[in-house]
């Protein structure tokens, strides 16, 4: 069975992330933005569609070649193509614009867990030489390895190392000769290029902020800053040109960091019909064979979560029959007589797991906590029998003969309790909209564990307790 973490839900909403070619103006992002706008419109599944060209969703950078669109869907009852199935349809009216990089994804299942649905992970430059064009040599690599992979699809990364860029190198001597404090050089570029906040002033009962920079005619071109002056420690105005000289580089918009390393963000999705767990084998497996030495990677959003978590969920399944366990020899004063109730558990877990299969989903959160909830249920029904067939043995019965009497007083109880449970789980294993994937492996898995464990149940732990009781009786007379 495919294990999951939390499942992508249908939220009504779709990402578009838009990435123009290096060095593009944000006019070209815009144009794209509204084509896909105007594609988006067109559909009878979509509500309305809200653009912003200039930020990168993915990472929340800004820059004139980023752009997105908010997509938001109608409600569930009015459309009847899935998220996903919207995305496909998106993609296919959309791949003639070839202006720009889209990518369609959903939001997280769950709100600031990354920025995107699927999974997320940062592959990080352990190399110390700094060459982001021969890291970007890698991701690109690495990306089109994941792609190649049959459980994994859509698997793409934003970082692009060709961005156009200025290097402003500074000759530290000669700014000292000219006695120019190197602070002062970085401040007064910062000022007229980019800009400072001054001060504020009430104008007609609002607060208006005063922001200082040159004039946009002195700083249209790379070459006018060669042209500022910035003064020394004498009070003199000292051309920057004696001391600085610029050189056209390329490189990142921005470079980010992830545990102190150099870090390549890249989002994918698994490929249908594979869970989220069997992608995570998946990348770390071409991890493994195709990342060079001095790379590597870490995951990120919930992906982190979910390859941290190994085997947590066992230890909390053994750790609740545990207490189960320890609490029924306490109340039995026997560590033999709990175990028909312990032993009859298994049961509603290959029935929970089967319907899971049956029903195409995985073995996710939803699911182990149902599981949870179904070993008390199940428990539950056990104790009926154990407890009736320990009284009557109390009063000189033998334990087969306790055993029948309590399965046919308790049979009644149990199945009229157990199947108005499963009837009232019914509704979810056909839900539909909002969070209906976690509605469906809920109901799944406590409708299967529930069925298969109260009719194997009935019939298994009256057998189970003449066998333990039988033995608890034979140890009671030796002692």
């Not at 909830?373 to 009736?388: C, P, R, S």
């Not at 464990?453 to 009256?462: A, H, K, M, Q």
Request: aromatic letters at 10%; one cysteine or more.
């Amino acid at each position: 069975l495919p294990n999951g973490f939390i499942p992508n839900e249908d939220q009504g909403t779709i990402y578009a992330n838009i990435t123009s070619p290096s060095g593009a103006t944000l006019e070209r992002t815009e144009k794209v933005v509204d084509a896909i706008q105007e594609v988006a419109n067109n559909l009878d599944m979509v509500s309305s569609v809200s653009t912003l060209a200039g930020f990168n969703v993915l990472t929340d950078g800004t820059g004139a070649n980023f752009g997105m669109n908010l997509i938001s869907l109608k409600n569930w009852d009015q459309r009847k193509y899935t998220d996903q199935e919207i995305i496909e349809i998106l993609k296919d009216k959309t791949k003639n614009i070839k202006d720009a990089k889209i990518e369609f994804f959903t939001p997280p299942p769950v709100p600031g867990y990354g920025n995107a649905s699927g999974f997320e992970l940062r592959l990080l430059d352990k190399t110390g030489k700094g060459d982001l064009k021969a890291f970007e040599k890698v991701t690109n690599d690495f990306v089109v390895e994941l792609n190649k992979h049959e459980a994994l699809r859509n698997t793409y990364t934003s970082f692009d190392a060709s961005f156009p860029q200025y290097m402003v190198n500074i000759d530290y001597t000669k700014a000292a000769q000219k006695n120019v404090i190197v602070d002062d050089i970085l401040n007064s570029l910062q000022t007229f290029l980019g800009s400072e906040y001054a001060t504020n002033f009430i104008r007609f009962g609002q607060l208006y902020r005063v922001m200082v920079q040159a004039a946009p005619e002195f700083r249209a071109h790379p070459e006018d800053i060669l042209k500022l002056n910035v003064k020394n420690r004498n009070g003199e105005m000292v051309s920057v040109s004696s001391f600085l000289t610029i050189e056209k580089i390329y490189g990142p918009e921005q470079v980010t960091r992830y545990n102190m390393y150099p870090s390549a963000i890249i989002n994918g999705e698994p490929e249908k019909k594979f869970s989220s767990g069997q992608a995570i084998d998946a990348i770390k497996a071409t991890a493994l064979a195709k990342l060079p030495k001095g790379y590597d990677y870490d995951w990120a959003g919930s992906s982190k979560d979910q390859a941290e978590q190994g085997n947590e969920s066992i230890y909390i399944f053994l750790v609740c029959l545990l207490f189960i366990y320890l609490l029924l020899s306490a109340q039995y004063e026997s560590f033999l007589l709990p175990m028909p109730v312990i032993l009859s558990l298994p049961a509603g877990t290959v029935g929970a797991f089967m319907f899971l299969y049956f029903f195409g989903l995985e073995n996710n959160i939803y699911a182990q906590i149902a599981i949870i909830m179904l070993i008390g249920l199940l428990g539950k029904n056990a104790i009926l029998i154990v407890e009736f067939a320990t009284l009557k043995q109390s009063e000189g019965k033998t334990p087969l003969e306790a055993a029948i009497e309590a399965a046919k007083v308790r049979l009644r109880p149990i199945l009229m309790t157990s199947f108005a449970f499963i009837a009232g789980l019914i509704p979810l294993l056909f839900a539909s909209g909002a969070g209906a994937i976690g509605n469906r492996t809920i109901g799944a898995t406590a409708t299967g564990g529930m069925l298969l464990g109260t009719v194997l149940g009935v019939l298994v732990i009256p057998g189970l307790y003449v066998i333990f009781a039988t033995l608890d009786l034979k140890r009671s007379k030796k002692k």
